[in-house]
């Protein structure tokens, strides 16, 4: 790893390493073009690094956009099963620092059931490896899994190595309206007792339902038959368009968010991971608070958004307790400075804190890494 572009590469670690001495924060910039004081850009290590697709692995600099990361897949009828919001601006890094997914993971999983390797500099500006280039090659701590979903503060990835897979032939969908919250309720216990593993499943804050199957055209259409008789056995369930099929479309979910483009300062985003059977619950709690909202109703995963200029963070904390006191763990993407830090107190609260402190610390001793705000 680490062979291309070394000097692109070697300049990222004299700044970091010049941070680190004058103990001064990097804020992140990546493809999207914003500009930030102390930055470091990575939008010029956007190349591939070895794609040996027989071997279904791919390793790319961590610059790459997830659209062009995709394009390249695609010349050989594979991808990448996760669906992050903005593919054409983000990049793998944000995508892997911030673990970002979408609708796909409730089959697929997430940014961490791909990642295979990493290469990357730390807050020192020592460069690190972990994993390799081949499923099943990982002795000893997978650092690389550490760093997925760390939100920027551990290190910085300079390239990835992913495991994809042959695209499906078809993936359709089905959508369901529910009347009220308890139907929504049976409705997602209904689908979730299918004995399928759905490519998407998905509930929004108006409570409709998304399921979605992979397979050759012959199995997507039998598993939308089971998936449409279990729908026809819950009273109050409305089907739109009689349960009409349709094929699903990539960002569908995000679509729905109706999200501004990163950086703009126009949206608050979240994510809540929660149990997944308070899917609904959660989902009218949000609704209630005045956020749009998508929920994976598979994992748990919620992510949701409201304006920002109509958010009051003065009263966020009210709304907040209300969902961490039933185990939820809400984490700022987007939004005010008071939002970031009222989770950092949170976080500071639980009692696995002093770990995290003692994981920045071996990572990152002089605080040169801030988490990544979209």
């Not at 308890?182 to 509930?203: I, K, N, T, V």
Request: charged share 20%.
């Amino acid at each position: 790893m680490i062979h291309h572009h070394a000097e692109h590469v070697l300049a990222i670690q004299k700044s970091v390493v010049g941070h680190y001495h004058e103990r001064q924060p990097i804020a992140w910039k990546f493809a999207v073009g914003e500009t930030a004081q102390h930055a470091i850009d990575l939008s010029g290590l956007n190349h591939v690094v070895d794609y040996p697709h027989r071997d279904m692995t791919i390793t790319v600099e961590a610059g790459m956009t997830l659209a062009a990361l995709q394009a390249i897949l695609s010349e050989h009828a594979q991808w990448l099963p996760v669906d992050a919001p903005w593919p054409e601006t983000l990049t793998v890094a944000e995508a892997v620092l911030l673990d970002l997914n979408g609708s796909l993971a409730a089959g697929s999983g997430t940014f961490r059931d791909w990642i295979l390797g990493v290469a990357a500099v730390d807050g020192q500006g020592r460069l690190f490896h972990s994993g390799g280039r081949v499923v099943k090659n990982v002795a000893g701590y997978d650092l690389g899994k550490l760093i997925v979903g760390s939100g920027g503060e551990l290190a910085m990835p300079l390239e990835v190595t992913l495991q994809v897979r042959p695209r499906p032939v078809s993936i359709k969908q089905v959508s369901i309206a529910s009347t009220s919250v308890e139907r929504a309720g049976e409705l997602w216990a209904q689908l979730r007792s299918l004995r399928l593993s759905p490519a998407a499943f998905e509930f929004d804050d108006q409570l409709q339902c998304t399921m979605a199957v992979a397979g050759t055209a012959e199995i997507v259409e039998s598993l939308l038959d089971d998936v449409t008789a279990a729908c026809q056995q819950i009273s109050g369930v409305t089907e739109r368009s009689s349960l009409e099929r349709s094929d699903w479309k990539s960002g569908s979910g995000w679509d729905a968010l109706k999200l501004a483009p990163p950086r703009q300062e126009a949206n608050v985003l979240l994510r809540l991971v929660h149990a997944p059977s308070e899917t609904v619950s959660m989902l009218a709690a949000l609704r209630e608070g005045g956020f749009r909202a998508i929920a994976n109703a598979s994992r748990g995963i919620t992510y949701a958004t409201r304006d920002w200029a109509e958010f009051d963070a003065q009263s966020w904390p009210l709304l907040a307790e209300r969902f961490t006191s039933t185990g939820t763990t809400v984490v700022p993407l987007a939004g005010p400075d008071e939002l970031f830090a009222h989770a950092d107190r949170e976080r500071q609260s639980r009692s696995a804190w002093s770990i995290q402190e003692a994981i920045k610390a071996e990572f990152d001793p002089a605080g040169v890494f801030s988490r990544i705000k979209l």
